[in-house]
């Protein structure tokens, strides 16, 4: 840990507070199918996580802009779809008050868009406990650009030694980096130790209820009087 009390947390959502990434490969999938390209789901899985431009691009590779957002409209569309299957992992709601409760900014830092951040918020039922919330919308590139959680730090009105960040993808791991904010990875999206800790993670841990049964030891300063 460095020398400054931790003030503020920042989260990505899907995959780390919302058990949605398979949601997303399903509706990913069937959007490039519908516009005549197949992708192995296993591709998809590991792209989610990132600015979905960069995403359409890695998996279909150089498109017309209008191609693009029509396999972006789609994915919003099938995503849509799948809401009523989204649940957030066990210990989001506890973990989340325990560090309001200890005077600890959380912020939701996300890739996804608006509209998607609003399900997923949904999905968390702890908004007491937000103090604010980023989206792709807020920036023109979302992760691995640094930018999403440089915005997230300023909503918080926290510098980036006085925060940390929880995610989990590598592209959750490679903006924290860049952003100069430490990083802690889950397994709950399915990406391996390895990768996660050759990304940028400092420690790995298995879902947001094992962060939270390790959560003194992650957070600098005392509980509050």
């Not at 008050?97 to 890739?111: M, P, W, Y």
């Amino acid at each position: 840990m460095g020398s400054s009390a931790t003030r503020t947390v920042l989260f990505d959502v899907d995959g780390t507070l919302v058990d949605s990434n398979l949601l997303h490969v399903d509706a990913w999938q069937r959007a490039f199918a519908r516009c005549g390209v197949e992708v192995d789901s296993w591709r998809i899985h590991r792209a989610i996580g990132q600015d979905s431009a960069l995403l359409v691009e890695s998996l279909a590779g150089d498109r017309d802009p209008a191609w693009v957002d029509e396999v972006k409209r789609l994915h919003a569309e099938y995503y849509g779809e799948l809401a009523p299957r989204l649940r957030r992992f066990d210990g989001v709601r506890q973990l989340l008050a325990a560090l309001d409760d200890r005077g600890i900014r959380v912020v939701l830092a996300t890739s996804a868009p608006q509209d998607e951040l609003r399900l997923l918020r949904e999905a968390i039922d702890a908004d007491a406990a937000i103090h604010a919330a980023t989206s792709a919308d807020d920036v023109d590139t979302a992760k691995p650009a640094p930018t999403l959680i440089e915005v997230a730090l300023e909503r918080a009105g926290a510098e980036a030694p006085e925060a940390l960040f929880v995610g989990d993808s590598t592209w959750d791991m490679i903006a924290a980096g860049r952003a100069g904010v430490r990083a802690y990875g889950l397994r709950s999206g399915g990406i391996s130790d390895g990768e996660l800790r050759e990304a940028g993670a400092q420690r790995v841990f298995d879902d947001p209820g094992d962060l939270l049964a390790h959560l003194e030891a992650l957070v600098d300063g005392p509980r509050p009087a």
